[in-house]
């Protein structure tokens, strides 16, 4: 059951995204907002609102969503590197509650994060 948020709508194909990948159990779209020249947000189709409600249940889907990011870097050329983020609540930053990871590349990129 996906989730009430936007990517639940996203996933249910109720509002459009920019998709570039898609499997049985995720979805990555580019992000409205780029960061960064390369964008992507990759989504868990199951509702986990956020990392810090995932169970060992979802240790295989946890997984499975940071190799999709790992072949959807290469897919996209970023030799250089790239960035993972997970905003985890409030203090997070996490602004949708539906667990998502960031790829974020074609730049370099600062640290600490602000
Ligand atoms: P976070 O702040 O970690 O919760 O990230 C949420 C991200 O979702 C932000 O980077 C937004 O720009 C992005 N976002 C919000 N609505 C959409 C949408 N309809 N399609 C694609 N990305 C979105």
């Not at 009430?4 to 996933?11: A, L, P, Q, R």
């Not at 999709?68 to 790239?82: F, P, R, S, W």
């Amino acid at each position: 059951m996906s989730s009430d948020t936007i990517f639940g709508k996203i996933i249910r194909r109720e509002i459009p995204a920019n998709i570039v990948y898609e499997d049985d159990l995720c979805l990555a779209f580019k992000d409205v907002h780029p960061q960064a020249p390369v964008h992507i947000l990759i989504i868990p189709k199951k509702n986990i609102p956020q990392l810090s409600a995932a169970t060992a249940e979802d240790q295989n889907l946890l997984g499975h969503l940071l190799l999709t990011a790992k072949q959807i870097a290469e897919q996209v050329g970023l030799k250089n590197g790239y960035r993972l983020v997970i905003n985890n609540g409030q203090d997070g930053g996490q602004t949708v509650d539906h667990l998502h990871c960031h790829l974020l590349g074609d730049r370099a990129l600062g640290w600490p994060p602000g």
